[in-house]
């Protein structure tokens, strides 16, 4: 009788444990590494954030010393927006173009009573499309909210300086 041997290679279970300890030791050192980065990005973003207030107050007494002096100063924009506040002399060129299109609309004598968003978009030329009208409404509102134009009524919009001229009159 014949006998074969055959052998069969049979992964040792130890030597299994060994390759996966080795690649877990190796994701912990990964991992390790990329905290330290995080956590050096974190310091110094707070450090910009604790410099921030300070920054803050400076330009406030600086811009204080200047209204002291005779200075004409507006409230600055409000953050992630092109509209300014509007001041006691301010004028309509510190604002975006589109800005100051709506702003000449509602200035314009068929505005008198106020405008609805849909006749500001026939007074710009604009097509009454429901992204127009969004768009137009929210520029006319953030505009009434500065000070540029008033809501005489719900939706309805006037320049606000011919707003004041009429109740001066």
Do not use: C
């Not at 074969?4 to 690649?23: C, D, I, N, T, Y």
């Not at 204080?64 to 309509?92: K, Y």
């Amino acid at each position: 009788m014949l006998v074969s041997s055959v052998e069969v290679a049979v992964p040792s279970v130890l030597g299994m444990l060994e390759a996966r300890e080795k690649k877990v030791r190796e994701e912990v050192a990964r991992l390790r590494e990329e905290a330290d980065r995080v956590q050096a990005a974190l310091v110094v973003a707070e450090g910009a954030l604790v410099k921030l207030p300070a920054a803050r107050e400076t330009v406030a007494e600086v811009l204080g010393e200047q209204a002291g002096q005779g200075g004409v100063l507006t409230r600055s924009a409000v953050a992630g927006s092109t509209v300014p506040h509007r001041g006691e002399n301010a004028v309509a060129q510190v604002l975006a173009p589109e800005y100051q299109q709506i702003l000449r609309v509602l200035a314009a004598p068929e505005a008198a009573g106020g405008m609805r968003v849909k006749q500001i978009l026939a007074g710009l030329g604009w097509e009454a499309t429901p992204t127009r009208v969004e768009g137009v409404r929210s520029r006319v509102k953030r505009l009434a909210a500065r000070g540029w134009a008033t809501e005489v009524a719900p939706n309805v919009f006037a320049s606000a300086m011919t707003t004041a001229s009429a109740a001066a009159g």
